[in-house]
């Protein structure tokens, strides 16, 4: 019989990256707050620059949730603790000072989220480490705000119990801690996203690497339930790439880089697609399952190849940054969409 893909580790760090969106989006929020309520020009300037970097990495987080390609919902617990913090912000019985302080204690459970996030990964699979590599600016930036925060803090902190200010070389001290964190990142991080928004090269380019993964570790593996587990994440991957690029980049490219290699992309996505099916008729202990997964992944090579080289050669060429950016974002909607869609679609195989 045909049996779904049920992999209890990767929902439960799909589950976890829910939990991460959750309590980003209320970071930024909280942000939002603080700048408003900030009388201070020097501290308004720093949360005015947390926010730029919280927004952002609220982007990293949602395209590492597509990239990973299993989407759930955050935990109860998680929503529940989300809803007091954003009801604690809005009681006027607190003073600015709590509200930081409750804040870089939000920014802190990020922190280590993004630690276990990675520390699980490193156990579950190669291809799971590839789709949450983004996540290292996310986590390093966050440790990086929790010491401008605590800088923050002591400074409120004096001022509500003296009615002075503390002294500025606070900020002496937490620059140097910034300093600190920002030579850790290195360029494993810078490499990701060096600062800037993912374009639509980068984003393709992470989906091929992750798919390119999953066939190393399922080719490897000769216990049945793996190959199951590999091979339901390859079809879901494979179809949502697929089909989000034929309804967002290759109509954005033919026009310039030309209807008949257009067209090749499509039909060699077209051929991929049958034989996904086939394979999914196939009991993963038979020979012929691994065969035509080699198979499989010749069809996929050389079609990453010609996107890589002459296709993405072809976009460099002929759009802007703005609009390779642009491209990605929907690209990644489109994506996210399917992947909904797929979440109730069996993807198994005969076992």
């Excluded at 984003?203 to 190959?227: W, Y």
Aim: with cysteine; hydrophobic share 35%; aromatic share 6%.
């Amino acid at each position: 019989m045909v049996t779904t893909l049920d992999d209890t580790k990767r929902n439960a760090i799909a589950i976890k990256l829910a939990n991460l969106k959750l309590i980003q989006q209320l970071i930024i929020e909280n942000d939002e707050l603080f700048l408003r309520l900030s009388t201070d020009a020097e501290i308004s300037d720093r949360l005015r620059k947390m926010l730029e970097d919280d927004r952002k990495n609220l982007g990293v987080v949602e395209t590492t949730i597509v990239q990973y390609g299993i989407q759930k919902d955050p935990g109860q617990t998680v929503q529940e603790m989300c809803d007091k913090i954003r009801q604690l912000m809005r009681d006027s019985k607190l003073s600015f000072y709590e509200k930081i302080f409750q804040h870089e204690l939000l920014k802190h459970q990020q922190v280590m989220s993004g630690v276990v996030i990675h520390k699980a990964a490193q156990k579950v699979g190669a291809d799971v480490m590839a789709a949450i590599t983004p996540l290292n600016t996310v986590n390093f930036e966050n440790r990086a705000h929790q010491e401008q925060l605590k800088g923050i803090l002591e400074i409120l902190g004096v001022r509500e119990l003296t009615g002075q200010d503390a002294d500025q070389g606070i900020w002496g001290r937490v620059q140097d801690a910034i300093a600190t964190f920002s030579g850790a990142l290195g360029s494993a991080v810078t490499q990701t996203t060096d600062k800037k928004d993912m374009n639509i090269q980068d984003v393709i380019r992470m989906d091929h690497n992750k798919v390119n993964i999953l066939f190393t570790e399922l080719l490897q593996s000769n216990d049945p339930q793996k190959i199951q587990e590999y091979f339901g994440q390859i079809y879901k991957d494979l179809t949502a790439h697929a089909e989000a690029e034929e309804e967002v980049v290759y109509p954005r490219v033919r026009s310039f880089y030309g209807d008949s290699n257009t067209q090749e992309l499509y039909d060699e996505q077209a051929q991929m697609k049958r034989l996904l099916e086939e394979i999914r008729a196939i009991s993963p202990s038979t020979p012929e399952f691994k065969d035509k997964v080699r198979n499989l992944m010749d069809i996929v090579g050389d079609h990453i190849r010609q996107e890589e080289s002459t296709m993405f050669a072809s976009i460099r060429n002929n759009l802007s940054t703005q609009q390779t950016e642009e491209l990605a974002t929907q690209f990644k909607a489109a994506k996210s969409r399917i992947q909904e869609r797929l979440g109730g679609t069996k993807t198994g195989v005969n076992v």
